[in-house]
Antibody, heavy 119, light 111 residues
């Protein structure tokens, strides 16, 4: 059974870069025709899709974040990563990684990790 | 791409049926049969309960069902149980550069 686990700093200073990694276990990140997404949720608010990557390296990003986001994949480590630059308090949220099945952004989810942007 | 519109709250008594609506536009909900629904308990990750409008993943109770008419999708929970009291989100594929848009979320209360 495929499982996802986010990891990374829980506190990032304003203007710096948020970096998170998602480790996939229970199956190869390269198997099947799946994309791998990052989705975030500010406290008490709704979900926002950030972007997705295919194991070929092909990416799609939410236009509202595109200028600040980079998603990459390391198939040898069965991981994919998120970098979000120039963060502000508005980027404080729980960040989830998810396996994306074509038209379904979150078929399988990681447990989520809280990232707080504060000095 | 704006968030899909859901009622903030819906309530019902145990055993009853409730329906949560999810309203979008012809560019998302109305344009594709690609609406999914998620259940999220407090402090937990969302869990997929419906995909492609009306399909249930393996292991999801048949008390959950989905449908769509025009620009509005709906999630129906029948035989309401105490464990169903939590938050629900819809999502739609859009086909635009914002590939996926989520709903505003609905809190279900079991009276």
């Amino acid at each position: 059974q495929v499982q996802l686990q986010e990891s990374g700093p829980g506190l990032v200073k304003p203007s710096q870069t948020l970096s998170l990694t998602c480790t996939v276990s229970g199956g190869s990140i390269s198997s099947g025709r799946y994309y791998w997404s990052w989705i975030r949720q500010p406290a008490g608010k709704g979900l926002e899709w950030i972007g997705r990557i295919y194991t070929s390296g092909s990416t799609n990003y939410n236009p509202s974040l595109k200028s600040r986001v980079t998603i990459s994949v390391d198939t040898s480590k069965n991981q994919f990563s998120l970098k979000l630059t120039s963060v502000t308090a508005a980027d404080t949220a729980v960040y989830y990684c998810a396996r994306t099945a074509g038209t379904v952004p979150g078929a399988i989810w990681g447990q989520g990790t809280l990232v707080t942007v504060s000095s | 791409q704006s968030a899909l519109t859901q009622p903030a709250s819906v309530s019902g008594s145990p055993g009853q049926s409730i329906t949560i609506s999810c309203t979008g536009t012809s560019s998302d909900v109305g344009g594709y049969n690609y609406v999914s629904w998620y259940q999220q308990h407090p402090g937990k990750a969302p869990k997929l309960i419906i995909y492609d409008v009306s399909n249930r993943p393996s292991g999801i109770s048949n008390r959950f069902s989905g449908s769509k008419s025009g620009n509005t999708a709906s999630l129906t929970i029948s035989g309401l149980q105490a464990e169903d009291e939590t938050d629900y989100y819809c999502s739609s594929y859009t086909g635009s550069s914002t590939l996926y848009v989520f709903g505003t979320g609905t809190k279900v209360t079991v009276l």
